[in-house]
């Protein structure tokens, strides 16, 4: 009787811990060498390996923790281009990549059916890719051998909601080096991204028909836009990140070939530029339609940039301009600029005639060129400018000024304020009140 009852114990102690194994805290952790076929060891391409084992994670139940992908510090693979398709099964999914992924080191090892990306995680819902490693398409071989649009972007993020994205490096990309469109609600953090100041179009982050987006803490060196924010984007924060080389964080360019773009609600702050081409910038095309607004650029650091502050809404590349229509740019507000400046025009505002830029704010801007002794101007058309404390004189040539310009002032500007700690009861101002009055 004694043993039957033990034995029975026995039974359900091993199914609830097979069951908690399985299930209880739902941790599934895979590897690429999981995947990896025998002849993967002679044979440099582990793009099978890499489909197998996204297969894998993408069919597993979560439990209380996502299922995991790790590749560990110690191991590099090499891959042709992959897409990782959603929707999955579980609605968390973790991939760590501590080790290295690398392409094919030439364009013709990339496969006959070259690609618009190399890595791209489409219509994928709370993914968190993160760690220390490095993603290396090798994309110097594309820029001198291929024409600028069959480039691919390094990773694409499309179609996809709660990602996270933290930590890694990418360096040399063929072309974007992350492009993120069609997504809601992403966060891309600490990621290093690298190419030399003359490689071609390799922007660091450009984000298009997305909303809900987040860079902060990042470094990115490459040979265009640091970040670009493309039509059909809204509340966009971009914190803390330093650019350079590079052209700057730009809004557009918008309405190329006559599209209707619109941009609005984006926050760039804490923000430095070393060395770039621009500084904060907004750029849009002459014969577009839509608008940009609501844009702020604040506590924004220059070390030698050549155009720390351009709106540019006669945007043609060297085209034949027709100003027929323009994108409409308004409520923007850049403040707390501080820094050096290479070029002698430190401000300039293109504006079109007709449709103009409307409730432009500067504010506490101290702008000096990095060479001695050298006054700094700005350049303004048809702008509404609203300023306070800027260091340089604008006048704007304008038919349609709606508020008369503030007087040229000649206060210094002040410093961006440091956050102070909070008072006591700062938070409970009826309860410090109340306290005032006992
Ligand atoms: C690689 O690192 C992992 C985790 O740090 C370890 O478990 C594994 O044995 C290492 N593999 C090799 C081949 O050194
Ligand atoms: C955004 O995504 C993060 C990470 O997956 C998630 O924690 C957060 O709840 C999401 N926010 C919204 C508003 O869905
Ligand atoms: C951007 O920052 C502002 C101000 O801190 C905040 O209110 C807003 O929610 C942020 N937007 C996003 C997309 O995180
Ligand atoms: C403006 O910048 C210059 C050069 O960095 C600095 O010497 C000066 O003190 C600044 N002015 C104010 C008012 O901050």
């Not at 059916?113 to 995680?121: I, V």
């Not at 820029?143 to 390094?154: H, I, L, Q």
């Not at 209707?260 to 910038?281: E, I, K, L, P, S």
């Not at 060479?371 to 349609?400: D, E, M, W």
Request: proline share 5%; aromatic share 8%; net charge neutral.
């Amino acid at each position: 009787m004694k043993i039957k009852m033990a034995f029975e114990l026995l039974f359900w102690v091993v199914l609830i811990a097979s069951f908690c194994l399985q299930y209880g805290d739902g941790r599934m952790t895979l590897s690429i060498t999981d995947f990896l076929s025998d002849s993967d060891n002679t044979n440099a391409d582990h793009s099978q390996a890499f489909q197998d084992a996204w297969k894998a994670l993408c069919k597993a139940k979560g439990g209380k923790e996502a299922p995991s992908l790790i590749i560990h510090a110690n191991e590099t693979y090499t891959v042709r281009p992959q897409l990782f398709q959603g929707p999955c099964v579980s609605r968390n999914l973790h991939i760590r990549i501590d080790g290295t992924i690398e392409a094919p080191k030439t364009v013709r090892e990339w496969g006959s059916q070259r690609s618009e990306y190399w890595l791209c995680f489409e219509r994928v819902t709370g993914l968190v890719l993160d760690g220390s490693g490095l993603l290396n398409p090798h994309g110097a071989a594309w820029w001198s051998s291929v024409a600028a649009n069959s480039r691919p972007e390094a990773m694409r993020f499309s179609g996809c909601k709660d990602i996270i994205y933290n930590g890694l490096t990418q360096l040399d990309s063929p072309k974007i080096h992350i492009a993120i469109s069609g997504c809601i609600n992403a966060t891309l953090s600490n990621l290093h991204l690298i190419a030399p100041a003359n490689s071609p179009n390799t922007d660091g982050i450009d984000i298009s028909f997305s909303h809900n987006i987040r860079i902060l803490s990042s470094s990115i060196k490459t040979g265009d836009d640091c970040v670009a924010i493309r039509g059909g984007s809204y509340d966009i924060n971009v914190t803390r990140v330093t650019c350079g080389p590079g052209h700057g964080i730009s809004i557009g360019s918008l309405g190329r070939e006559g599209a209707t773009d619109t941009v609005q609600n984006v926050n760039v702050r804490h923000c430095t530029f070393t060395g770039t081409q621009n500084g904060a910038r907004i750029k849009t095309w002459d014969g577009g339609r839509g608008f940009a607004k609501n844009i702020l650029y604040e506590d924004i650091t220059l070390i030698n940039a050549q155009f720390p502050i351009i709106i540019d809404q006669h945007y043609c590349n060297g085209g034949h301009c027709t100003t027929a229509t323009a994108v409409k740019v308004s409520d923007v507000t850049f403040r707390y600029f501080k820094g050096t400046c290479a070029d002698a025009i430190a401000i300039k505002l293109d504006c079109d005639q007709k449709v103009g830029c409307d409730n432009i704010v500067m504010e506490h801007i101290n702008i000096t060129s990095s060479a001695p002794k050298t006054p700094l101007s700005a350049y303004c058309q048809f702008a509404n400018v609203i300023r306070r404390f800027v260091n340089i004189p604008i006048r704007c040539g304008s038919h349609k000024l709606l508020q008369p310009l503030a007087p040229y002032s000649d206060q210094p500007p002040s410093p961006y304020p440091q956050p102070q700690p909070p008072a006591p009861h700062a938070q409970s101002s009826m309860f410090s009140s109340f306290l005032y009055f006992m």
